[in-house]
């Protein structure tokens, strides 16, 4: 068709994946391209096979809250059959007393600690994202394959998604991006094509000189085992108060502890699974005869700190200072935790400000 413009969307994390699916849906015979530098798509979220453990395993575990309405109804309803229990480490004491821990639940869910957190960040997790009124939290998880569940169905949408496609600059004119330069050569855009970039914040800033983000990083720390792991309380997972991790996860025979806004130097990440399994041996009243396969994966920039200085950074909107070009990603929704629902809301503004705009230029 003569004048349709063609999509291009930088990067296959959840914001660019999610980006094709709204532009699908309102724009059913136009082209979209997403360019991917990676070998997968996911980008932070993402399931391998891991030779070492001899399992499929997540990058991460990936929870998601009740409140977060776009990314729970994406994933589809497989809630983790316990109410949120907080262990104290110290005084080996457990309660359901969500409020109590608040400070905790902010430290994970902005991986910064809680009294970094700006005001209007805690706002809209009150009011928008935590389901506090139910007084215990719904929490949704991968079902310890994130690719397959939360991955895969998001890839039927574009018309193609070429991967090992690395942009490293652009070429600019008359202020509309012209060309897209990739580690594989230029792509010369038409005059009515949209750019929609759904970077991290990190490869965003370098591409296009912008922000000088800090980032905090998050380890996780996965052990196989085939002893029936059965946490107080017949709970699936478990926060953890003045303990070395923040969270444990049962998830079949892979128990996960996750530790946000890490910060262990090389020797205390060397003793962290033997100390992390004796914990979990006070906790369930046992004593281990040996220390399961484990295997420790460090995100160092897992997430921009989601600090003051950072939420300054972020930007306001989704419109570029480039005519045909747009923002997504986690880190572009400023005022909100950098994670799923983030993403998904992000690349629903991306393409509701490209669409207005196109719609007002023809
Ligand atoms: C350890 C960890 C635990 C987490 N836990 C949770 C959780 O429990 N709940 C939750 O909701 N969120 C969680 N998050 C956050 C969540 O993973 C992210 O918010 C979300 O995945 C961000 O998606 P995105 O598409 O914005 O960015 P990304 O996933 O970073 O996607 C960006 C994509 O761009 C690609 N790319 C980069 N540079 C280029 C380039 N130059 N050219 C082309 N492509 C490029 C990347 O390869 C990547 O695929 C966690 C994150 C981590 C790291």
Redesign the pocket.
């Known amino acids: 068709m003569p004048n349709q413009p063609t999509y291009h969307i930088?990067?296959?994390?959840?914001?660019?994946?999610m980006c094709s699916r709204f532009l699908r849906k309102q724009r059913p015979q136009s082209k979209i391209i997403i360019?991917?530098?990676?070998n997968r798509?996911?980008?932070?979220?993402y399931s391998y096979d891991d030779k070492e453990m001899g399992c499929r395993l997540d990058?991460?575990?990936?929870?998601?809250l009740r409140g977060?309405r776009m990314?729970s109804a994406l994933t589809g309803v497989h809630r983790w059959p316990s109410q949120t229990y907080f262990w104290d480490a110290e005084k080996d004491t457990i309660t359901s007393k969500i409020f109590k821990y608040h400070r905790q639940i902010l430290k994970s869910m902005c991986?910064t600690q809680a009294e970094d957190i700006p005001r209007k960040m805690i706002k809209n997790i009150c009011w928008k994202l935590f389901p506090w009124s139910k007084h215990q939290l719904g929490v949704y998880f991968s079902k310890n394959d994130l690719t397959q569940r939360l991955i895969n169905p998001m890839l039927i949408y574009a018309d193609e998604i070429k991967y090992g496609?690395?942009?490293?600059s652009v070429g600019v004119e008359f202020g509309k991006i012209a060309t897209l330069h990739?580690n594989k050569g230029i792509l010369e855009l038409d005059k009515n094509d949209i750019v929609i970039v759904?970077?991290?914040a990190a490869?965003y800033s370098?591409?296009f000189q912008s922000r000088d983000f800090t980032f905090n990083s998050?380890i996780?720390v996965h052990f196989r085992t085939s002893q029936e792991i059965n946490l107080p309380k017949l709970a699936g997972y478990m926060g953890i108060i003045n303990g070395l991790a923040d969270w444990v996860f049962i998830n079949e025979d892979i128990v996960s502890f996750?530790i946000s806004d890490a910060r262990m130097t090389v020797e205390e990440i060397k003793a962290l699974p033997e100390r992390l399994w004796k914990q979990l041996d006070i906790l369930r009243g046992v004593n281990s005869a040996f220390l399961p396969p484990h295997k420790v994966?460090i995100?160092q920039n897992?997430?921009i700190a989601q600090d003051v200085y950072n939420n300054i950074l972020r930007p306001e909107n989704a419109q570029t200072k480039y005519g045909n070009m747009f923002i997504?990603?986690?880190?572009t929704m400023k005022d909100f935790p950098?994670?799923?629902?983030?993403?998904i809301l992000?690349a629903r503004r991306a393409v509701k400000t490209a669409l207005t705009k196109e719609k007002k230029q023809k």
Do not use: M, Q
């Open positions: 930088i990067g296959a994390g959840i914001a660019g994946l360019y991917e530098a990676n798509p996911g980008g932070r979220c990058n991460a575990t990936h929870v998601i977060n990314a991986n496609h690395r942009l490293e990739f759904a970077l991290d490869a370098k591409i998050i996780n996750t994966i995100h897992a997430t997504a990603g986690d880190w950098c994670s799923i629902e983030a993403a992000s």
